[in-house]
């Protein structure tokens, strides 16, 4: 079927093509307001009625928005037809306005990131950080598109009252998802006596887990075998893991101040395992602001992804 049957005489309404492209009918009205991305004809009562045409010209100015180039210059290049976003080089970097507070120098990626979110396009927001993983690797993707999106969404949730709370949760959704499929699966080392997993728990009260995953997916990258417990894990179950796994290390994540516990990181560091004799225990390594300004002798504090990858690969044997 040719793509001008799907379409009726009238042509597809606001709504039915809000849906089909994944955008908020208010956007589309917009769009048409402030750019003149509309419908070549209008029904009877100034109804918009999209036709083929018409759908072509929106559907190339989602994927420039979506790439992150600025609605009016994108509504320039989709009426023009070109559907190419402007040159901006690899490593190119937006000072363009956007409806999420990033700041004023952050990669291409975000704006494109943010938009899609606010417009709750899920595709379009699995589809950018899976790219962004490819183009720039884990961590500096990480770094540099997923953490400057998700606290620029935090920022205008906490602006807004109960505003943009499912744009969080969508983001934060596909963030994970992005993570877990860029983490391989490793085997620990079949040498008796060798090192165990690198344990990784938030503890307990703590629910924020993304940092732990993207130290997770980065770990398995330099394949070190992993245990990810997520979030809030009761401090009973921590023994019994280190116990049972006889961990190289346990990273312990608290994001707030409230749930960091000094006595409970030196008691999972004093959990041992293995013969009488022979015991061993685990290095903890700290991850989190919650830990700031708590010191803590013997139990590193890593200052970004990468410092805790390197800790936590000595800590394993693997360079």
Known sequence: ????????????????????????PTTLRSWDRRYGIGPAVRGH??????????VAVLEAM???????????????????GTGEPPATGPGARSRAAGSLPLGGDVRQECRGLARAAVRLDAPAVAEQLTAAVARHGLTAAWHEVMVPTLHAVGRKWASSGDRYVEVEHLLSWHVSTALRASTPTVVPQAVAGGPGPVLLACVP?????LPLEALNAGLGELGVPTRMFGAAVPAEALTAAVQRLGPAAVVLWAQARSTASLPLARHVA?????????RRTPAVVLGGPGWAGRPAPGLPRPTGLGDALET??????TT
């Open 312 to 317: 936590l690969a000595g800590a394993y044997g």
């Open 205 to 209: 009260g703590e629910q924020h887990t």
């Open 270 to 278: 004093a959990t041992g395992w293995g013969v009488r004799g022979a």
């Open 1 to 24: 079927m040719s793509e001008s049957a799907a379409f009726d005489d009238t042509g597809l309404t606001t709504g039915a093509l809000a849906r089909r492209l994944g955008v908020a």
């Open 45 to 54: 009562g100034r109804h918009r009625r999209w036709r083929p045409g018409d």
């Open 62 to 80: 989602c994927r420039l928005t979506s790439a992150g180039v600025p609605p009016a210059e994108a509504a320039r290049a989709a009426r023009e």
